[in-house]
Nanobody
Framework: EVQLVESGGGLVQAGGSLRLSCAAS????????IGWFRQAPGKEREGISS???????YYADSVKGRFTISSDNAKNTVYLLMNSLKPEDTAIYYC?????????????????????WGRGTQVTVTS
């Protein structure tokens, strides 16, 4: 059974940092692209970062230069280091995984590109 479990969320002041973890199980981790999404209250879920099996990465403009995605294949875990957090980063953060039809050089970042989802972790940034 494919499982994705997010952790590391919490309450932080603006300018602070958090590192989210996405622990994967039930599938061959090396074969899957992993993405991070977030959903703020009243807004649609958006893709903010992802990493493909060939190392290709994607960052949304809203997080570029502040967030860094990385993976530890030995631990079947993908991390999202979030620096210089802003109140507008407040959201539930989800990780997702996909294997199907991901071309080299492309880091999928749209909801429909993903097959498996975690339950999310809350990030709240206070001003």
């Amino acid at each position: 059974e494919v499982q994705l479990v997010e952790s590391g969320g919490g309450l932080v002041q603006a300018g602070g940092s958090l590192r989210l973890s996405c622990a994967a199980s039930g599938f061959t981790f090396d074969d899957y692209a992993i993405g991070w999404f977030r959903q703020a209250p009243g807004k649609e879920r958006e893709g903010i970062s992802s990493v493909n099996t060939d190392g290709s990465t994607y960052y949304a403009d809203s997080v570029k230069g502040r967030f860094t995605i990385s993976s530890d294949n030995a631990k079947n875990t993908v991390y999202l280091l979030m620096n210089s957090l802003k109140p507008e980063d407040t959201a539930i953060y989800y990780c997702a995984a996909t294997k199907n039809g991901v071309p080299a050089g492309w880091a999928p970042h749209r909801i429909y590109e993903y097959d498996y989802w975690g339950r999310g972790t809350q990030v709240t940034v206070t001003s």
